[in-house]
């Protein structure tokens, strides 16, 4: 059974800095394209980054380009994302997610979720 | 950036209405569209992908539609536990999700 289980979240104040964790089992960690999405309380979804299965390509949404860094330790079968520079808009909860495959060819749909971690960013 | 607008935003049914959600696109995404189905306080559970793609366990009461920028889901018969939100997804450039449809008791 696929389990994808976040830690790390919080309360921050604005411009410092969070790591969330996900400890990813059930499946061949490293063999897939893992992501994060983000809920802000009471709206939507909105992708934030993935990393593909080797961990050297990595991709973000525009609102958090530079400032979040995507990351993975395969040994581990941990997934993670370094928010720096946070502000008040980042507060929201934030899934783990799986992606079907990797690589070129993949369909990059999110097939298993986690639970969610929460980020408050107040001051 | 590929734009999603899911319509409409509520939606009000009783059990064993057919019911359907409308995504369009600002651009051209082929097939590369997902639906996800979120309970209050859940993750998001896969639906469909690839437009029309029966994700494994789901009811066949589901369905999904369209290709290039329109995009409908159907659920025929209404069930108390088809209650909750829709949230359509494009993954043909990064990804963009549709701002959700909430299906409500009427």
């Known amino acids: 059974e696929v389990q994808l289980l976040e830690s790390g979240g919080g309360l921050v104040q604005p411009g410092g800095s969070l790591r969330l964790s996900c400890a990813a089992s059930?499946?061949?960690?490293?063999?897939?394209?893992m992501g994060w999405v983000r809920q802000a309380p009471g709206k939507g979804l909105e992708w934030v980054s993935a990393i593909r299965a080797g961990g050297d390509i990595t991709s973000y949404a525009g609102s958090v380009k530079g400032r979040f860094a995507i990351s993975r330790d395969n040994s581990k079968n941990t997934l993670y994302l370094q928010m720096d520079s946070l502000r008040a808009e980042d507060t929201a909860l934030y899934f783990c997610?799986?992606?079907?495959?990797?690589?070129?060819?993949?369909?990059?749909?999110?097939?298993?979720w986690g639970q969610g971690t929460l980020v408050t960013v107040s001051s | 950036d590929i734009q999603m607008t899911q319509s409409p935003s509520t939606l009000s049914a009783s059990i064993g209405d057919r019911v359907t959600i409308t995504c369009r696109a600002s651009?051209?995404?082929?097939?590369?569209l997902a639906w996800y189905q979120q309970k209050p306080g859940k993750a998001p559970n896969l639906m469909i992908y690839k437009a029309s793609t029966l994700e494994s366990g789901v009811p066949s009461r589901f369905s999904g539609s369209g290709s290039g920028t329109e995009f409908t889901l159907t659920i025929t018969s209404l069930q108390p536990d088809d209650f909750a939100s829709y949230y359509c997804l494009q993954y043909n450039n990064y990804a963009t999700f549709g701002q959700g449809t909430k299906v409500e008791i009427k």
């Open positions: 059930g499946f061949a960690f490293s063999s897939y394209t």
């Open positions: 997610t799986k992606y079907p495959c990797s690589g070129s060819g993949c369909q990059n749909y999110f097939d298993y």
């Open positions: 651009q051209n995404v082929n097939s590369w």
